[in-house]
């Protein structure tokens, strides 16, 4: 199979075809950067590049600007979004605390996303952690993709 671009990667994989190799991204820590060039990683080339990982653009923003991005003319591969809930042993609070205060804010979030954006992969959310308890109640969110 030829070498693809990392959307052609990336689409393929969320239409759930075959790729030419499972997209690898990753953010490491500058220390970590500047010890791989001291072990011989040239200076002037991107880490993504030297290992030959694929590209992504990440944007921060909150529920509130999604529009003011949107109508700013970017467009979208995927949505997702980091919510550390939990960690090795435990989640942070209890489901009812997550039903009354965050589930609202992802269903809203979600419901954006489904009626704004015609992406390949709608909303992703990566929690960190033990989410075992807060599974049923993703059900009802539309949600279809999940980072643990």
Not at 12 to 21: L, S
Not at 108 to 122: D, F, G, N, P, Y
Request: charged fraction near 25%.
């Amino acid at each position: 199979m030829k070498e693809m671009t990392s959307s052609q990667r990336f689409k393929r994989i969320y239409e759930h075809r075959e790729a030419d190799r499972i997209p690898v991204i990753d953010s490491p820590r500058q220390a970590t950067i500047e010890r791989w060039q001291k072990e011989g990683m040239p200076k002037d080339i991107d880490f993504v590049d030297f290992f030959g990982l694929d590209h992504i653009a990440v944007i921060s923003v909150d529920n509130a600007l999604l529009d003011m991005v949107w109508d700013a003319g970017y467009e979208f591969g995927c949505v997702s979004w980091p919510d550390d809930m939990g960690y090795k042993h435990n989640q942070f609070f209890s489901v009812k605390t997550y039903r009354e205060i965050l589930k609202p804010v992802h269903k809203r979030a979600i419901e954006w996303i489904h009626q704004t954006i015609q992406c390949l992969q709608v909303s992703v959310l990566r929690t960190s952690g033990v989410s075992r308890p807060w599974q049923k109640s993703w059900a009802n969110i539309n949600l279809p993709g999940l980072f643990i």
